[in-house]
């Protein structure tokens, strides 16, 4: 059957159409946009995927009123169900604030945003999301964002490095993110939240395509199991 993969769109998101594009061009099926305030997801979904962006504009804490949207429930109980969850950037953040992620994304150390394309070591190349990489490759991806800053306590930190739940680190001092810290896994391995942009590194006129086997990656195996 075709892939079916969902792109949620929350009043100020500004990558929907970009990670659309990018599940389109790697998975050949069109992406299903999916509206907020919508109480259910389609049926059948093989994909979900959370976008960058500055949900309802940042306000409160970001990600936070995202999280409590009427779409999220449905987004929440899916990922129990093990449907493969993907939050970039302000989905991450939405991620962290429903509680499918630990950890919180805080303003970056710099005070300042932050734009520009990042190396990336990648940390876990069992999951879902990054069997398409080895373990130890250093991949270059953009990143834009203000509130970058993974924070998490030291037994969380322990607890989701001794699982192998971290699968991308910064090999530069980004953002302040505990440990260096760029992207997470579930404890399922089903929701992967990342502030790093995959979806803006899909071809080489992006100046990097590493982000295409991330796509490529979760694709493949959802289509062949």
């Not at 389109?24 to 960058?52: C, M, N, Q, T, Y």
């Given at each position: ?53 500055f949900s309802y ?26 449907v493969p969850v ?47 990489y080895d373990s ?90």
């Amino acid at each position: 059957m075709a892939f079916r993969g969902a792109v949620i769109t929350f009043p100020g998101s500004n990558c929907d159409r970009d990670m659309a594009d990018a599940l389109e061009k790697v998975s050949g099926e069109e992406a299903i946009r999916v509206w907020h305030g919508d109480a259910e997801l389609p049926d059948r979904l093989d994909f979900i995927a959370l976008p960058g962006g500055f949900s309802y504009g940042d306000y409160l804490r970001s990600g936070a009123m995202a999280a409590r949207s009427p779409i999220m429930r449905a987004v929440v109980d899916a990922a129990g169900k093990g449907v493969p969850v993907l939050g970039v950037c302000n989905g991450f953040q939405v991620l962290t604030e429903a509680g499918l992620l630990p950890g919180a994304l805080m303003r970056n150390a710099s005070q300042n945003f932050i734009c520009r394309t990042v190396p990336l070591k990648v940390e876990n190349s069992q999951s879902l999301f990054t069997g398409a990489y080895d373990s130890g490759e250093v991949i270059e991806i953009p990143v834009a964002h203000h509130d970058g800053n993974f924070f998490a306590d030291e037994a969380t930190l322990d607890r989701i490095e001794g699982e192998g739940r971290v699968a991308f680190r910064y090999l530069d001092a980004v953002n302040g993110s505990r440990r260096d810290i760029a992207g997470i896994l579930s404890d399922t391995g089903n929701v992967l939240g990342m502030m790093p942009h995959p979806e803006r590194a899909i071809e080489p006129e992006h100046g990097s395509s590493d982000g295409r086997r991330l796509f490529e990656s979760a694709i493949s195996a959802l289509v062949e199991a």
